[in-house]
């Protein structure tokens, strides 16, 4: 197989990417491999894929030198370490981030799982909302029924370790 960027020599290194499901492959030979600045002596670091280990070595330097302003961490710290050091860095090295971070996941924002009881804390809030409307209206066996309701998740709520 030919090399897919010289399309000369002989293919002899072969990068596989999954990126969300999908596989990207590519075969390459060894001296386009090294002229692009993958390291084939070892396995990529997280920095280093990251920040995109096939990158010429001068759009890698341009990340060496940024720098939060909060801790002080520097991108060749980052990449040395594998650690941002405060949340900070994230806005501090966001142009580097941003793209790998949508490439590896379904976005660069974080938007998971609520922590233990959110959802039963906002429920109770609405029925409770829906209780004082209840009252209000004079509609006694509704507002019964919520509040029985209500009573009802604050116990499972207390299970779940989220009481107040």
Do not use: W
């Not at 938007?111 to 004079?138: D, H, Y």
């Amino acid at each position: 197989m030919k090399c897919e960027i010289c399309e000369c020599r002989e293919a002899s290194v072969h990068f596989k990417q999954v990126c969300n499901g999908q596989v990207r492959e590519m075969y390459v030979c060894e001296e386009c491999a090294a002229e692009n600045g993958f390291d084939l002596q070892s396995p990529l670091s997280m920095p280093d894929f990251l920040f995109g280990a096939g990158l010429q070595e001068e759009k890698r330097d341009a990340t060496s030198e940024k720098t939060c302003l909060i801790c002080g961490t520097t991108g060749k710290d980052f990449k040395k370490r594998s650690l941002l050091g405060c949340p900070s860095c994230y806005e501090a090295f966001a142009d580097e981030l941003s793209p790998y971070l949508r490439a590896m996941q379904k976005g660069s924002r974080h938007v998971g799982k609520a922590p233990a009881g959110e959802a039963l804390n906002a429920e109770i809030a609405a029925l409770q909302q829906a209780l004082e409307r209840a009252v209000s209206a004079q509609d006694f066996e509704e507002a019964a029924t919520l509040r029985d309701h209500i009573r009802d998740l604050k116990a499972k709520l207390d299970g779940v370790g989220g009481g107040e």
